[in-house]
């Protein structure tokens, strides 16, 4: 039984490396789109206290939705293909990225926070050398949570039309 497997992918290997090839295309395009929309949000998180709950409750609740569900409500929205897979990752790899860029910010000593204000670092300033340096650890664990379950969640693309690895195992 082994070696039929082997077979079937040695067969296939060429079809195998394209849908590979296609199936990290859209999974680094989602994550990508995460990080551009979580990082901000994260960051705004963490001036009103209001915004992260509502964010976060909002996060957590789409995260319980099954991925099918949301593929099924994407396609007559966005269409049969890989941008209803794309849209699909996106709301799943929103989550870490906002958890982690939050809980790295709000774990920022305010002491260190007063004594960059104290000499003379503007709030831009104080984000961008203090604070965002000493979350990046978060930060990173919430990219890399979003990307290792962005993978896995982008094979439900198959039902989408969207192709990918997903297309192989259906």
């Given at each position: 039984m082994f070696d039929s497997l082997i077979r079937v992918f040695l067969e296939r290997r060429v079809e195998l490396g394209d849908l590979f090839l296609?199936?990290?295309g859209m999974t680094v395009?989602?994550?990508i789109v995460s990080l551009v929309i979580g990082i901000p949000l994260?960051?705004?998180m963490q001036r009103s206290r209001a915004l992260a709950g509502a964010l976060l409750g909002a996060a957590n609740v789409l995260q319980s939705i099954p991925s099918i569900a949301f593929l099924a409500f994407f396609v007559p929205v966005v269409g049969i293909g890989a941008p209803s897979a794309v849209l699909m990752v996106v709301v799943y790899a929103l989550l870490p990225i906002l958890k982690g860029t939050h809980a790295g910010l709000q774990g920022v000593d305010p002491?260190?926070?007063e004594v960059a204000r104290g000499m003379g670092m503007s709030e831009w300033q104080r984000l961008r050398t203090?604070?965002?340096p000493l979350a990046f650890p978060y930060i990173m664990s919430g990219?890399?949570?979003s990307a290792v379950s962005s993978v896995g969640t982008m094979t439900i693309a198959a039902f989408a039309g969207a192709g990918g690895l997903g297309w192989f195992v259906n």
């Open positions: 296609e199936h990290l395009t989602a994550v994260g960051i705004r002491k260190l926070l203090v604070s965002l990219v890399r949570v």
